[in-house]
């Protein structure tokens, strides 16, 4: 009668309302598995928590690397002191990669594809850099190199027609308005001289800043084709080795 008409009618309103919660859930469930089939949705924010972490020791270091990169300065030369650093990381990150065993092959296209990568994020950057840290100071670096995402993205929506939010736009203002403070009252004293006081050093920090930017977006792209460690195993090793020669040349070794 009605009253069952009514009733089945409900039923299948209150299933039809309930099919998608149950697909939201089960494709939640799915974007979380991991291969090892262990990760929950219960466990994520602890992973979330263990990424960010990770996040913020990697940043810590990289800091380190400007008060203890003028301290090496004042004993070696900037070449030789990239050329040492990358050595260093170069074999490290090779120890990984081979207990690890996640090394790969690569065809020559792939090899120019790295060593464009390593050229970019290690060999043109860090010569930059660090004549960059010797010429100026820990503090002008930081906040310097602080912009490289505004840098980012403004070649993103060149190159890549990556979208750019309100939110980092203000972000990208800030940033270089921080630049405009800490660097501004030196150059201005110096009377925007590049051989007098940071200025030169500073402008090699923004084209540092600019390289890395670029070395960003390269990689992005080959991530889409290669695994991280097998893009950065490679261009590390093969960013070292073109290191090696400018450090012999301008070392005169």
Wanted: proline share 4%; hydrophobic share 60%; with cysteine.
């Amino acid at each position: 009668g009605p009253t069952s008409t009514r009733t089945a009618q409900a039923t299948e309103r209150f299933s039809a309302a309930e099919r998608p919660i149950a697909t939201t859930v089960s494709a939640k469930e799915m974007t979380m598995a991991a291969p090892s089939g262990r990760i929950t949705a219960s466990s994520a924010p602890a992973a979330d928590a263990a990424t960010y972490f990770r996040l913020c020791l990697a940043t810590l270091f990289w800091a380190g690397v400007f008060v203890t990169g003028k301290i090496a300065l004042e004993v070696l030369d900037p070449v030789f002191l990239a050329a040492a650093r990358f050595a260093v990381g170069a074999l490290a990150v090779g120890v990984v990669v081979a207990l690890t065993r996640r090394f790969a092959g690569a065809t020559l296209s792939e090899i120019a594809l790295f060593a464009r990568i390593g050229f970019l994020g290690v060999f043109a950057y860090n010569i930059l850099f660090t004549i960059a840290l010797d010429l100026s100071t820990p503090l002008h670096g930081l906040v310097i190199i602080a912009t490289t995402p505004a840098w980012t993205a403004a070649l993103s929506l060149v190159l890549l027609r990556a979208k750019v939010r309100a939110t980092q736009i203000l972000g990208f203002v800030c940033a270089f308005g921080a630049v405009l403070v800490v660097v501004g009252p030196e150059a201005h004293a110096a009377g925007w001289r590049i051989d007098t006081g940071t200025l030169s050093g500073d402008l090699l920090f923004i084209a540092a800043a600019i390289v890395w930017s670029v070395y960003t977006i390269e990689v992005k792209r080959a991530l889409a084709a290669h695994q991280a460690s097998v893009v950065t195993g490679w261009s590390l090793v093969l960013g070292a080795l073109m290191l090696a020669p400018a450090a012999a040349f301008a070392t005169d070794v």
